[in-house]
């Protein structure tokens, strides 16, 4: 969508750094800080098996969205690429879709800032705390992309200095004994209690749901490739780079913490972080982490609010959402779709506060369906690009899936078998009953609003500004 509206359009303002750390931003929030203990329960060591694949799953992924991109560099790209390549409501079912998973989102980041928050200020009440969080964030994203870009770095940065610290800590413990009176813990930890798969298997593809939603935000990339600079080399080294330093994160931040307490432990006795923080002898450990979990909130609201913007800006651009919200601001923000998006949050904050204790799981559980309608579609889409090139010009490719097209069947067949994972676990199963739900009621509307005759209109419109 780097299509015009009203004479304006989206501001190339990202540079590389930009894009690498907001993806990674998004990506590193509540799926490592509160999900992977849930993950770690069900998988014990064998989780890190299950991160590990699930991780090369999403570079294969990512390399199909970056394939499509460097060629046609569009923000709200996977909706646009849907479209093209699968169809109107496919497209229109993608975009709609991306902006409710990250709305869903949002909602257990925002409220999680109202806790984080009375940890310092424990009489002020939470919902005060998550409306200022909501406020801010929405502010912040009325910023020309360039400032926006520029604070989620720093925000994403915070994260990553946190994450690295404690694996550094973490090895000089495992290793020299450091912070544990010079006895060198080892990694016995891993298979001292019950081996290395303590739950076998089923354990580890149960465990997948959570782990697959600790991924959600790494296709940021492709909703920021109509306001980046340079798009062929920015966003083929972000996609790249992303991979290995999520693996990073994720796989060596928690080998260390199951490497320094026994699994069972994990999630029981706080945050393993500040554990592992305290055991070195940093008394404010607890302070500190809550400073950086409170960042990593924030940092995935902000990412939010920016990708549902960005996507009903898409629709509206094809007729499929209010007119309104395809004007963009003198900054070049779509401020109305922003805006729309901050009032759909307003509605989260008042709904966590009378949802069960279990809204955590379901959350994730919607959010994760909803993540891989987005995944699946990217490989369909991809699928489909490749059958749409002639003799020669696949050749010419300047950025390819590798293996194709093995790998993209692979990568589909492993996104089906989390669906039915999803299905089988009774925590988990509410997101394939919502899921479908959701998208029959879009269907409807689809068809209802006479969706389907606009976006016809608007293909033929956009063929011949294309020529």
């Not at 799926?31 to 064998?46: D, M, R």
């Not at 991160?51 to 390399?63: A, L, P, Q, V």
């Not at 994450?163 to 450091?178: D, Q, S, T």
């Amino acid at each position: 969508m780097q299509g015009k509206t009203q004479g304006k359009e989206l501001k190339r303002g990202l540079e590389e750094r930009h894009v690498t750390l907001m993806s990674l931003g998004a990506a590193i929030g509540v799926g490592l800080f509160l999900g992977s203990a849930s993950a770690i329960k069900l998988a014990g060591p064998g989780i890190l098996l299950a991160y590990g694949f699930s991780g090369m799953i999403m570079f294969f992924i990512m390399r199909a969205l970056g394939e499509m991109a460097i060629q046609k560099p569009v923000a709200g790209s996977f909706s646009k690429y849907a479209r093209d390549y699968l169809g109107p409501l496919a497209g229109y079912l993608t975009g709609w879709n991306y902006w409710f998973l990250w709305v869903v989102t949002c909602m257990a980041e925002i409220t999680a800032v109202g806790i984080y928050m009375g940890y310092w200020y424990p009489d002020v009440p939470n919902w005060i705390w998550a409306l200022s969080a909501l406020v801010i964030m929405t502010t912040v994203n009325f910023l020309a992309v360039k400032a926006y870009g520029e604070l989620e770095f720093w925000f994403a940065l915070i994260k990553i200095l946190a994450i690295v610290l404690m694996i550094a800590v973490g090895l000089l413990m495992i290793v020299f004994g450091i912070g544990n009176g010079g006895v060198a813990t080892g990694i016995k930890n891993l298979w001292d209690n019950g081996g290395l798969f303590p739950h076998g298997f089923k354990g580890i593809l149960l465990s997948l749901q959570m782990v697959m939603f600790a991924y959600l935000g790494i296709e940021m990339i492709g909703v920021t490739a109509g306001e980046v600079k340079n798009p062929e080399k920015s966003l083929a080294r972000a996609i790249d780079s992303v991979f290995w330093r999520i693996l990073i994160f994720y796989v060596g931040a928690l080998f260390v913490i199951m490497s320094i307490y026994p699994w069972q432990e994990i999630g029981s006795q706080g945050s393993p972080f500040v554990l592992t923080f305290e055991k070195i002898g940093i008394p404010a450990a607890a302070g500190i982490i809550n400073f950086v979990v409170l960042t990593a909130a924030l940092s995935s609201c902000n990412s939010g609010i920016f990708s549902t913007g960005r996507m009903l800006f898409n629709l509206a651009e094809h007729g499929e959402a209010p007119k309104g919200y395809g004007q963009l601001t003198k900054g070049g923000v779509p401020g109305k779709a922003v805006l729309a998006s901050a009032g759909a949050l307003l509605v989260g904050v008042a709904l966590n506060y009378i949802v069960p204790a279990k809204v955590f799981t379901w959350v994730t559980s919607i959010a994760t369906f909803g993540a891989i309608w987005t995944w699946g579609i990217i490989l369909l889409s991809q699928i489909k690009y490749r059958k749409t090139l002639k003799t020669g010009e696949e050749a010419k490719l300047k950025y390819k899936m590798p293996l194709f097209p093995l790998t993209s069947y692979v990568s589909l067949a492993f996104l089906a078998l989390v669906v039915v994972l999803m299905a089988y676990n009774s925590d988990t199963r509410i997101a394939v009953v919502i899921g479908p739900l959701w998208f029959i009621g879009l269907i409807i509307a689809y068809y209802a609003k006479g969706f389907h005759k606009r976006s016809h209109s608007s293909a033929a419109t956009e063929q011949k500004l294309v020529k």
